[in-house]
């Protein structure tokens, strides 16, 4: 869970230092490749390991994680390995030592110290190795900071200058014009067109065949490449050759560039209520959802009988972008609060007044893949007593990544916090409990007239907030009471539209999981609590 872009509803926010410029990488123009190509080394090493000795959620043991990272180097080069301790690296060439940097801190040195002193063990590879040095940076980056992140948690990583740029297009948009495209076949067909963009102004059709990009032919690029064509400079343009069915000839078509947010929400009528699913959050899923809850009540009308949400499947994503969905259908009350070592780290999101649907049933759709962000959306919906939520129990990934960046233009993304709902309990390897459990179920009929006739068994609500963050068995036994489920049953959606068609049932069911009284997090203490991965 990522990015903290724009206003957020919160008590006390601090925007994180986000910064995605560009790093210069090499001195005045007299540096010689191989001493630009060393600065580079020390800045990225510098870098990370400083990122990590100050916001990953505990404290780590720098010297280890140098070692960890430079023994990565045998994987390039089997000849070569890195050993240490707690105040030197030495390099080792067929078990020769062939360089030794000694740190007189020793375990006190700084990352910064660690970085430069692994930066010479490198360039000394670089020499003496021509697999090392034919490798390329990217090559050697991905190894070393791999073997670092590797020993933290599984959720943080490092991804390389053209992985970051792909991630950084997903979460905040790029200059393109609105498409997704399938290459087969050598074939460029088009697979979908997203609304409020370019290619749908201009009428651009799903299965329309890409034959040229400004005039040249798109034969032999793979899909990555015909995207980077697509793409360019907001307001720039580009020309299309287009092949359609029922068109005896290719025609051109010029589009201007426009900044495009890739789609997280789609909308469908399902009789008067009105469905929404978010596969995931990025910088515009919160506006995107509101539009399309605009779009439903000008569909539905005053006919609309409530709202559902379905959520299974949602990896997450950006942070402020949850908070702003919850906040969507909600009026007063706390979202989430965020807790870890760093003192920035802690913060408190409250709603604001304006429930979007004045008050109409929500059911919300949650399952094993429901992770993150959709985890806090869940979690506020429910404690705040404003949804039904009906599947399995979620992912459990209860963790705040920050995204770093990198010297060369990659990211190091570093688990830095952990978030709890709004009655206090820790989401991290917990998830959230659904309202009504189908897992296991196969007739929503039957799971109604248990409901009607109260014998639907409460969320164990006094357990899980009494658990423990690092109690793994109490809170495995609390997932086992319904068991996370992988794949989408339609039951699910089944019983939903019946529970909106039956408010009244919808509200007995929203009381199933009624927080302990007088719940909150204890934010002092659960920021001391240690972080189990």
């Given at each position: 869970?990522?990015?903290?872009?724009?206003?957020?509803?919160?008590?006390?926010?601090v925007f994180?230092?986000?910064?995605?410029?560009?790093?210069?990488?090499?001195?005045?123009?007299?540096r010689?490749?191989?001493?630009?190509?060393?600065?580079?080394?020390r800045?990225?090493?510098?870098?990370?390991?400083?990122?990590?000795?100050?916001?990953?959620?505990?404290?780590?043991?720098?010297?280890?994680?140098?070692?960890?990272?430079?023994?990565?180097?045998?994987?390039?080069?089997?000849?070569?390995?890195?050993?240490?301790?707690?105040?030197?690296?030495?390099?080792?060439?067929?078990?020769?030592?062939?360089?030794?940097?000694?740190?007189?801190?020793?375990?006190?040195?700084?990352?910064k110290?660690?970085?430069?002193?692994?930066?010479?063990?490198?360039?000394?590879?670089?020499?003496?190795?021509?697999?090392?040095?034919?490798?390329?940076?990217?090559?050697?980056?991905?190894?070393?900071?791999?073997?670092?992140?590797?020993?933290?948690?599984g959720?943080?990583?490092?991804?390389?200058?053209?992985?970051?740029?792909?991630?950084?297009?997903?979460?905040?948009?790029?200059?393109g014009?609105?498409?997704?495209?399938?290459?087969?076949?050598?074939?460029?067909?088009?697979?979908?067109?997203m609304?409020?963009?370019?290619?749908?102004?201009?009428?651009?059709?799903?299965?329309?065949?890409?034959?040229?990009?400004?005039?040249?032919?798109?034969?032999?690029?793979?899909?990555?490449?015909?995207v980077?064509?697509?793409r360019?400079?907001?307001?720039?343009?580009?020309?299309?050759?287009?092949?359609?069915?029922?068109?005896?000839?290719?025609?051109?078509?010029?589009?201007?560039?426009?900044h495009?947010?890739?789609?997280?929400?789609?909308?469908?009528?399902?009789?008067?209520?009105?469905?929404?699913?978010?596969?995931?959050?990025?910088?515009?899923?919160?506006?995107?959802?509101?539009r399309?809850?605009?779009?439903?009540?000008?569909?539905?009308?005053?006919?609309?009988?409530?709202?559902?949400?379905?959520?299974?499947?949602?990896p997450?994503?950006?942070?402020?972008?949850?908070?702003?969905?919850?906040?969507?259908?909600?009026?007063?009350?706390?979202?989430?609060?965020?807790?870890?070592?760093?003192?920035?780290?802690?913060?408190?999101?409250?709603?604001?007044?304006?429930?979007?649907?004045?008050?109409?049933?929500?059911?919300?759709?949650?399952?094993?893949?429901?992770?993150s962000?959709?985890?806090?959306?869940?979690?506020?919906?429910?404690?705040?007593?404003?949804?039904?939520?009906?599947?399995?129990?979620?992912?459990?990934?209860?963790?705040?990544?920050?995204?770093?960046?990198?010297?060369?233009e990659?990211?190091?993304?570093?688990?830095?916090?952990?978030?709890?709902?709004?009655?206090?309990?820790?989401?991290?390897?917990?998830?959230?409990?659904?309202?009504?459990?189908?897992?296991?179920?196969?007739?929503?009929?039957?799971?109604?007239?248990?409901?009607?006739?109260?014998?639907l068994?409460?969320?164990?609500?006094?357990?899980?907030?009494?658990?423990?963050?690092?109690d793994?068995?109490?809170?495995?036994?609390?997932?086992?009471?319904?068991?996370?489920?992988?794949?989408?049953?339609?039951?699910?959606?089944?019983?939903?539209?019946?529970?909106?068609?039956?408010?009244?049932l919808?509200?007995?069911?929203?009381?199933?999981?009624?927080?302990?009284?007088?719940?909150?997090?204890?934010?002092?203490?659960?920021?001391?609590?240690?972080?189990?991965?």
């Amino acid at each position: 869970m990522t990015g903290w872009p724009g206003k957020q509803v919160a008590r006390r926010l601090v925007f994180l230092p986000l910064l995605l410029g560009l790093y210069a990488c090499a001195g005045p123009s007299s540096r010689s490749p191989e001493d630009a190509t060393a600065a580079l080394d020390r800045d990225m090493l510098e870098t990370g390991l400083s990122d990590i000795e100050s916001i990953y959620i505990t404290k780590q043991d720098i010297p280890k994680l140098t070692l960890t990272g430079m023994q990565q180097l045998s994987s390039l080069d089997p000849d070569l390995t890195v050993d240490g301790d707690n105040d030197d690296l030495r390099l080792l060439l067929k078990k020769t030592v062939i360089e030794t940097e000694t740190l007189e801190d020793g375990e006190d040195a700084t990352a910064k110290q660690w970085g430069k002193a692994a930066a010479k063990i490198l360039r000394e590879a670089r020499e003496k190795s021509p697999k090392i040095a034919a490798a390329g940076n990217e090559k050697i980056y991905e190894a070393v900071f791999t073997g670092i992140v590797g020993k933290l948690d599984g959720f943080s990583r490092y991804s390389g200058t053209d992985a970051a740029r792909e991630d950084k297009a997903s979460r905040d948009g790029f200059g393109g014009i609105g498409i997704r495209i399938s290459v087969e076949d050598g074939e460029v067909r088009i697979t979908a067109i997203m609304h409020y963009t370019p290619a749908e102004r201009l009428g651009l059709k799903t299965d329309d065949v890409i034959l040229k990009i400004d005039g040249k032919s798109v034969d032999g690029l793979t899909q990555q490449q015909v995207v980077n064509e697509l793409r360019g400079e907001v307001d720039s343009r580009v020309v299309l050759t287009i092949l359609r069915d029922g068109k005896d000839e290719p025609f051109d078509i010029g589009i201007k560039r426009a900044h495009v947010v890739p789609e997280t929400v789609s909308y469908r009528r399902e009789g008067d209520t009105a469905y929404f699913r978010i596969f995931s959050f990025n910088s515009e899923t919160a506006n995107s959802l509101k539009r399309e809850i605009s779009d439903a009540k000008d569909e539905i009308g005053k006919k609309i009988k409530g709202y559902i949400i379905d959520l299974r499947n949602n990896p997450g994503g950006y942070v402020p972008q949850s908070v702003a969905t919850a906040n969507l259908f909600l009026d007063e009350g706390r979202i989430v609060s965020i807790h870890g070592r760093h003192p920035d780290s802690h913060q408190y999101f409250e709603a604001t007044d304006g429930d979007i649907t004045g008050g109409k049933p929500i059911a919300v759709l949650i399952d094993g893949n429901s992770a993150s962000a959709a985890e806090i959306v869940a979690a506020a919906l429910q404690d705040n007593g404003r949804a039904v939520l009906i599947g399995s129990n979620s992912y459990g990934k209860g963790t705040v990544q920050n995204i770093k960046p990198l010297p060369n233009e990659g990211e190091i993304k570093l688990t830095w916090a952990r978030f709890h709902a709004p009655s206090g309990y820790t989401l991290h390897h917990l998830g959230v409990l659904p309202t009504i459990c189908t897992a296991g179920k196969h007739n929503s009929d039957d799971l109604l007239a248990e409901l009607r006739m109260g014998e639907l068994p409460k969320v164990p609500t006094v357990k899980r907030n009494a658990a423990k963050p690092d109690d793994t068995k109490a809170l495995d036994a609390l997932r086992q009471t319904c068991p996370a489920r992988k794949s989408e049953d339609p039951i699910d959606l089944e019983l939903a539209l019946k529970l909106i068609d039956q408010p009244s049932l919808h509200a007995n069911a929203v009381e199933l999981a009624d927080p302990p009284e007088g719940a909150q997090v204890d934010d002092a203490a659960e920021a001391l609590l240690p972080f189990v991965p």
